[in-house]
Structure formats: C-alpha cells, structure tokens
C-alpha cells in the first residue's frame, strides 16, 4: 500500500483526494470539505481526515 | 434499520494513524450521496455510529437532543440522536443501510464506526501487523 506522505499544512484537517492522492482542498471544518466535494462529479474524489502521525486515540 | 445483502470486506488501511479505517459514504437528507469518506475510524468503544454536528447539519439530518449526557474519554459531553442512511464500502462493493440511529456530537473529532449496527452484524478481525481489518458477514 502506499504510503501517504503529509504536508504539514493539511495536518488535522479534513481533505478532498483525487484518485492519484492529490489534496485538492482542505479545510479545518469537515461540513465544508463535504460540501466542496459536492462540486466533484461522483466517485471521481474522496474525503480523508488528516492527524498528525503520532496522535493517539482514547 | 434495514440494510442490503452484508458482503464480507477485506480493508486495508494506511497505519500512520494506527487505528483501523474504513469508507464510509453518507446519505443527505434529500437522499443524495456525499463523496465516499475514506477514513472513518473502526471504535469498538463507541456505541453507535457518532458524527461531529458540523456533519450532521451539512447532511440535514434532524436532530433529537439526547435526554442523558454522553461519557466519552474526555469527559461527559452533549449529544443529538439521530437516524442516517449510509454505504459501506468502496470499488463496486458496499452494504447500504437505511434509518440507523446514530449520535451526534459536537466536538466529535473523527467518524466514530461503532458497536450499532456494524458491530453487531460482522465478526471483525484486526490484522493491526498487516494494516487490515477483516469483516465477516454474522451467520
């Protein structure tokens, strides 16, 4: 698999892909990422959540 | 909550986060499809299916107050109740399922998958060492 490799900018920040993995858009607030995906025909993006490696989950 | 024929899923995840993480796509209030979210986090310590409400209002869900406050590991916290049609899956295969209660946060810091309802209908193996996580249809 490969490996995603972060920009420090888009750390804890919700993220929309295309299909080669590039961050087309990327906001702190997860109703405007969604939002913006709208503008994307169907299928064609995907929505990742960003955290910065290390962070834990409890 | 009705749901379509369960599948088995084999997901594969990047570990960098180092939790299991799944696709998940949800269904808006008008019942169009948002773009498949790739990385909601598999909690079997969480009871339902939780959203941050900035979600839940993009998606036009109706939101019910919960009458007793939520634990979480941060603390106690207020919470909404409300029901949400989604797929799981991604490439071609998926599960939908339709009118399943949810809860609602807000400062929920991630999509929560939790124990209702995909708990409830496949055996789940985590393969942390290989980046995998196994669901298996209940028999």
Known sequence: MKKIVQKEKHINKWVILNKKRKILYSSDNVADVFRKGQEYPDGTVLIEQRFKPGTCFF | MPHSTLLKFIFTYDDQFGVPLIPITFFR???????????????????????????????????????????????????????????????????????????????????????????????????????KCILEPKE
């Open chain 2, 29 to 131: 209030k008008d019942g169009t499809k948002t773009q498949l979210l790739n990385n909601a986090i598999l909690d079997s310590g969480a009871n339902e299916i939780t959203i941050p409400k900035d979600l839940a209002d993009m998606l036009g869900l109706e939101l019910h107050p919960r009458i007793n406050p939520v634990q979480t590991a941060g603390g106690l916290t207020e919470a909404y109740t409300t029901t949400l049609d989604f797929i799981l899956g991604r490439g071609g295969r998926f599960v939908q399922y339709t009118n399943v209660d949810i809860c609602v946060m807000d400062h929920c810091p991630a999509v929560l998958i939790g124990i209702h309802p995909i708990f409830k209908d496949y055996t789940i193996t985590i393969k942390a060492y290989q980046h």
